[in-house]
C-alpha cells in the first residue's frame, strides 16, 4: 500500500487576559488532508475540526478554578462520533510548597 498524506490545517488561537486573575483562551484548528492512496483506509482518520476554550481564573492567591470546553470532529474511519468533553480544576494552596487539587473530567 502507497500513501501520500499532506496535511493542510489552519489552527487560530485568540488569548485575552479579562483583568489580573482571569485569562481566556481559544483555540480552532481546521485541518484538511489531501489524501493519495492505493487503498480507502486514510480518509476519516484525523479530526475535522477541533474547538478549545479554556478559562483560569485566580479566585483568590491561595484559590483557582479552571475550566475547559473542547470539540473533536467524528473520527468515521474509526466509527467515532464527534464529541464534547468538560474539563474543571480547582486548586487550592494549602503552603508555599503543597497545592491541594480537585479534578473532574466528563468522558
Known amino acids: 500500500m502507497v500513501s501520500r498524506l499532506s496535511p493542510i490545517g489552519a489552527p487560530a488561537r485568540l488569548s ?9 483562551t481559544c483555540k480552532w484548528t481546521e485541518r484538511r ?8 483506509g486514510a ?9 478549545n476554550l479554556r478559562m483560569q481564573w485566580d479566585v483568590s492567591k491561595r484559590v483557582a478554578l479552571d475550566t475547559a470546553i473542547y ?3 467524528a473520527l468515521p474511519a474509526y466509527g467515532v462520533s464527534s464529541y ?5 480544576r480547582l486548586g487550592w ?11 473532574g473530567q466528563t468522558c
Open 71 to 73: 470539540y473533536v470532529d
Open 33 to 40: 488532508t489531501n489524501i493519495a492512496i492505493d487503498s480507502e
Open 16 to 24: 485575552n487576559t479579562l483583568s489580573r486573575i482571569a485569562r481566556l
Open 84 to 88: 464534547w468533553r468538560l474539563d474543571v
Open 43 to 51: 480518509k476519516g482518520q484525523s479530526p475535522k475540526h477541533q474547538i
Open 93 to 103: 494552596r494549602l503552603t508555599e510548597k503543597l497545592q491541594l487539587d480537585v479534578v
